[in-house]
């Protein structure tokens, strides 16, 4: 598998280190339910077709990106430096369905 650094140009995959999934959103800081960091930290969707990951260039830029992958083949559909994409918000929490005694 090779992977088209923005930086370096295409290099094999051996320079490359895998930094996980790309596509989870991590609770906001303090967040204090545990079902939502329970999601982040174990609950991955495994796909059988594309799937964003982080990579880093460890032996080259050193800059981490994120790669759109597909799981079948290693066809890779897009590469961008992690840095330059949006910040992804943290998805609204449903409001609780407890309701306090009155
Ligand atoms: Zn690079």
């Known amino acids: 598998m090779r992977i088209e650094c923005p930086c370096c140009g295409?290099?094999?995959?051996?320079?490359?280190?895998?930094?996980?999934d790309a596509s989870v959103?991590?609770?906001?800081?303090?967040?204090?339910?545990?079902?939502?960091?329970?999601r982040y930290v174990y609950v991955r969707t495994n796909?059988?077709?594309?799937h964003r990951e982080f990579w880093q260039?460890?032996?080259?830029?050193?800059?981490?990106?994120v790669v759109e992958r597909d799981t079948r083949n290693h066809a890779i559909a897009s590469v961008d430096?992690?840095?330059?994409l949006?910040?992804?918000k943290s998805p609204?929490?449903?409001?609780?369905?407890?309701?306090?005694p009155a």
Request: proline residues 13%; positive net charge; glycine residues 10%.
């Open 10 to 20: 295409p290099r094999d995959h051996d320079e490359f280190r895998y930094g996980g």
């Open 25 to 38: 959103t991590r609770p906001a800081h303090g967040d204090p339910d545990p079902e939502a960091w329970y």
């Open 47 to 50: 796909p059988a077709g594309l």
């Open 57 to 65: 260039h460890v032996i080259g830029c050193r800059q981490w990106l």
């Open 81 to 84: 430096l992690a840095r330059k």
């Open 86 to 88: 949006p910040a992804r």
């Open 92 to 100: 609204a929490r449903k409001p609780s369905a407890r309701k306090s």
